[in-house]
């Protein structure tokens, strides 16, 4: 079974420009997520979609930010224009396992390689 | 609200063993554990659910102690694959497939 996919591994652009990141989640996973990691901190959640909704979006820094998810397969994450700040790994992870604990259900989730993307 | 780990860097030899710590200031209710080697995805390891749950994965173990809010990540006999950052993670609730608050990481390194 394949893992989940991202590209491009890297991407280097100019302040000001535009960068559009793809994640292809394993197949099946209706949960997919964005995460961000900053040089050195923590792995910061983003954003998290149910199929083709957005279901917690909380995590988005600002509106520079766009995330979709047409059909409910791959997910892209626009990020337009960009600044210096945005620098970092961005990772997709997409889940479907569950565990179970009384009522409620925790996922697994399965994380891409990342994006390394560097705004100069 | 971020959980706390520590330390945030471990030199180990070949063989030893090491604990990292994670905790929280407020009630967790799942503690996921993942491993990321550099330039690699993060992998997870473990999750735990329940106070005084303890799960293994190779000669990595963790314990959950939901009266204090934290959990440990036991690595023994360390080999020089294990070398990694580790990444504690919970839930913010018993919602449903919800986001994974992360720690900052503890970075280990493993000497032959």
């Known amino acids: 079974e394949a893992g989940v996919t991202q590209f491009p591994s890297h991407s280097v652009i100019e302040k000001g420009q535009t960068v559009t990141l793809r994640c292809d989640p394993i197949?099946?996973?209706?949960?997919l997520y964005w995460y961000r990691r900053v040089m050195g901190k923590e792995i910061k959640f983003l954003l998290h979609?149910?199929?083709?909704?957005?279901?917690?979006e909380s995590g988005m820094p600002n509106n520079r930010f766009l995330a979709e998810r047409t059909g409910g397969t791959y997910s892209t994450l626009k990020v337009q224009p960009a600044e210096l700040e945005d620098s970092g790994v961005y990772f997709c992870?997409?889940?479907?396992?569950?565990?179970?604990?009384?009522?409620?259900?925790?996922?697994?989730?399965?994380f891409g390689p990342g994006t390394r993307l560097t705004v100069t | 609200q971020q959980p706390v780990q520590s330390p945030q860097a471990v030199i180990l030899r070949e063989g030893e063993d090491a604990v990292i710590n994670c905790s929280s200031s407020?009630?967790?209710?799942?503690v996921h554990w993942y491993r990321q080697k550099h330039g690699e995805a993060p992998v997870f390891l473990m999750i735990?659910?329940?106070?005084?749950e303890q799960k293994g994965h190779e000669k990595i173990s963790a314990s959950f102690n939901e009266k204090k809010q934290q959990s440990s990540l036991y690595l023994t006999a360390s080999q020089l694959s294990y070398s990694g950052t580790y990444f504690c993670?919970?839930?913010?609730?018993?919602?449903?497939?919800?986001?994974?608050?992360f720690g900052s990481g503890t970075r280990l390194s493993i000497r032959p």
């Open positions: 992870a997409s889940s479907q396992t569950k565990t179970r604990y009384y009522n409620h259900y925790f996922y697994e989730q399965y």
């Open positions: 735990l659910l329940k106070g005084g």
């Open positions: 197949s099946g996973h209706d949960n």
């Open positions: 407020k009630a967790l209710y799942s």
């Open positions: 979609f149910v199929k083709e909704s957005k279901q917690d």
């Open positions: 993670g919970t839930e913010p609730g018993y919602s449903s497939a919800s986001k994974i608050i």
